[in-house]
């Protein structure tokens, strides 16, 4: 099996088995928190996986006991990940993981309930992002694409060019914002799902994430 399907020139569909059950999981309004951490957790391991096998590394060369060898640096000081707050956090561990010389810069943005509409509040300003470093940006969902756009508005401010975007369900009007906004992102992403609702939930979409992995809101 396949594991990841091309959808359009920005957009990458994981269809790795353990993900694709993860999400599953994940998706069921049965799922206790533990159930749905342990299945963030392993769809979050391989988005990582993925995601990262398109950061670079330039050759080099290993001394072992018996001889030489051809090796690879990781270039991961090249990278900031991006844990949009409060659910973005759900994917950082294994991305931090892989790239552990990556810089960490937190954005917190959260919709206001009322009109959907993305609202900052940290940090009032990024530091500078110099010599073209390659964002990775972490958010499971993407409803209306305005938190991720915003998000991505302050790296564009603050210098930045290249982005990734590890991603558990999207919606198509997410998505086409997002490739509009910014037509050189690659987006890797478990599930594209046709609609929002008029809260502009995700449907059939999972829930509120933030909520779900952390334990809180209503159904708390
Ligand atoms: C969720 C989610 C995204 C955003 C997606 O965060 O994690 O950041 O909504 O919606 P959008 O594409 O319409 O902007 P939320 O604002 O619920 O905050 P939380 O992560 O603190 O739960
Ligand atoms: N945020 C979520 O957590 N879920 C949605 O469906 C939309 C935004």
Same mark, same amino acid.
């Given at each position: %099996?396949?594991?990841? %399907? !091309?959808?359009?020139?920005?957009? !990458?569909?994981?269809?790795?088995?353990?993900?694709?059950?993860?999400?599953?999981?994940?998706?069921?309004?049965?799922?206790?928190?533990?159930?749905?951490?342990?299945? &963030? &957790?392993?769809?979050?391991? #391989?988005?990582?996986?993925?995601?990262?096998?398109?950061?670079?590394?330039?050759?080099?060369?290993?001394?072992?006991?018996?001889?030489?060898?051809?090796? /690879?640096?990781?270039?991961?000081? /090249?990278? +900031?990940?991006?844990?949009?707050?409060?659910?973005? *956090?759900?994917?950082?561990?294994?991305?931090?993981?892989?790239?552990?010389?990556? $810089? +960490?810069?937190? +954005?917190?943005? /959260? /919709?206001?309930?009322?009109?959907?509409?993305?609202?900052?509040?940290?940090?009032?300003?990024?530091? !500078?992002?110099?010599?073209?470093?390659?964002?990775?940006?972490?958010?499971? *969902?993407?409803?209306?694409?305005?938190?991720?756009?915003?998000?991505?508005? $302050?790296?564009?401010?603050?210098?930045?060019?290249?982005?990734?975007?590890? &991603?558990?369900?999207?919606? $198509?009007?997410?998505?086409?914002? =997002?490739?509009?906004?910014?037509?050189?992102?690659? #987006? =890797?992403?478990?599930? #594209?799902?046709?609609?929002? &609702?008029? $809260?502009?939930? #995700?449907?059939?979409?999972?829930?509120?994430?933030?909520?779900?992995?952390?334990?809180?809101?209503?159904?708390?």
């Amino acid at each position: %099996m396949e594991d990841l %399907m !091309q959808v359009s020139q920005n957009v !990458q569909l994981l269809t790795h088995p353990v993900a694709q059950a993860a999400l599953t999981i994940l998706r069921d309004v049965t799922s206790s928190r533990t159930e749905f951490v342990r299945a &963030n &957790n392993l769809a979050a391991l #391989i988005l990582a996986l993925e995601v990262t096998s398109q950061v670079r590394a330039s050759p080099t060369k290993v001394v072992t006991p018996l001889g030489t060898a051809d090796g /690879r640096i990781l270039l991961d000081d /090249r990278v +900031i990940l991006v844990p949009i707050l409060r659910a973005g *956090m759900a994917l950082l561990d294994p991305f931090r993981l892989l790239l552990p010389r990556a $810089q +960490i810069y937190h +954005i917190g943005i /959260r /919709r206001d309930e009322s009109t959907a509409l993305p609202e900052r509040y940290y940090p009032k300003d990024l530091p !500078q992002i110099v010599g073209g470093k390659t964002i990775i940006l972490l958010d499971p *969902m993407l409803a209306t694409g305005g938190s991720v756009c915003d998000a991505i508005d $302050q790296l564009k401010g603050a210098g930045a060019e290249h982005f990734f975007f590890a &991603n558990v369900i999207a919606s $198509q009007e997410g998505l086409n914002k =997002v490739c509009e906004y910014t037509p050189q992102i690659k #987006i =890797v992403t478990l599930a #594209i799902d046709a609609e929002l &609702n008029d $809260q502009k939930y #995700i449907v059939p979409g999972l829930g509120d994430y933030g909520d779900r992995f952390n334990g809180t809101g209503a159904a708390a």
